[in-house]
């Protein structure tokens, strides 16, 4: 009987995302460097129903948490490293947090597996590949270690990275991003068709229309990234499932306002 139950809860948490879920944007991206464990923890502590992060292969084949394919923006040091020709160790030598705050000053890149020990149960990590499908086998890695796969889910703008991702991870819901408008429905059929859990689409491309399309092909519809509150209410009300945002815990108190 215990073991029906915890198949039943693991079950649950990988297969629902709820109404109104609120994604921060790279952890609490506003208040704190972005994709950093800080970030992270800050986004939870602020009361995120999920925290989503961007991922890069690094040279030495370490999942790295970073959202440019090098470390101009985010970083300080004495060089720019590309993620994909550098090795972990060097990449981590780097202070990705005091160009935010002094405060942050000494916050590493993290590795992935650094921020999936920071999610709290019943919250959600997402997942977005920045790089292609080469990062599958160490991500693979990373997450079967974590014990908290069930509390994963994966989303990218490559669309043979997102379908090589879903067939890596039949378990995990996994969305495929887009902000171009023309040919979306055509594509939303193909997505439905491969399997895909749904779609993350920028937020001003999406309409009531393009919502009901998505849920008649069992497709969820996630958006980004969000700091309005009028604009949150709007996609809240047309049945938008998850929105992502700089600010979950004012863009919330914001909309309650309304």
């Known amino acids: 009987m215990k073991l029906q139950i915890t198949f039943i809860l693991i079950s649950f948490v990988m297969n629902s995302f709820a109404q109104n879920t609120f994604i921060a944007h790279r952890g609490a991206s506003y208040l704190a460097p972005e994709n950093t464990v800080a970030s992270a923890k800050l986004a ?31 970083c300080s040091g ?49 997942v977005e590949i920045k790089c292609g499908s080469e990062v599958l086998p160490a991500l693979k890695r990373c997450v079967e270690k974590s014990g908290k796969q069930e ?20 378990d995990n819901k996994c969305y495929w991003l887009s902000a171009i408008k023309p040919g979306l429905r055509n594509k939303m059929k193909q997505a439905a068709e491969k399997g895909l859990d749904g779609i993350n689409l920028r937020y ?8 009901v399309a998505a849920k008649e092909l069992n497709l969820e519809v996630l958006t980004w990234t969000v700091d309005d509150p009028v604009e949150a209410k709007r996609l809240t009300e047309i049945g938008v499932t998850g929105i992502t945002t700089n600010r979950p815990k004012w863009l919330k108190e914001e909309m309650a306002k309304l």
């Open 44 to 74: 939870w502590e602020l009361g995120a129903d999920a925290v989503e992060v961007d991922v890069y292969l690094s040279k030495d084949n370490r999942v790295m948490v970073i959202h440019d394919k090098d470390t101009k923006r985010t």
């Open 78 to 126: 004495k060089k720019n490293l590309t993620i994909k020709d550098s090795p972990s160790i060097l990449l981590r030598d780097l202070d990705a947090g005091v160009w935010k705050d002094e405060k942050y000053k000494g916050e590493k890149i993290p590795f992935l597996s650094e921020i999936i020990e920071t999610v709290p149960e019943n919250k959600t990590l997402v």
């Open 151 to 170: 509390q994963i889910i994966f989303i990218a703008f490559g669309w043979n990275t997102i379908l090589d991702t879903k067939n890596e991870f039949p």
């Open 204 to 211: 001003s491309i999406v309409d009531k229309e393009l919502v």
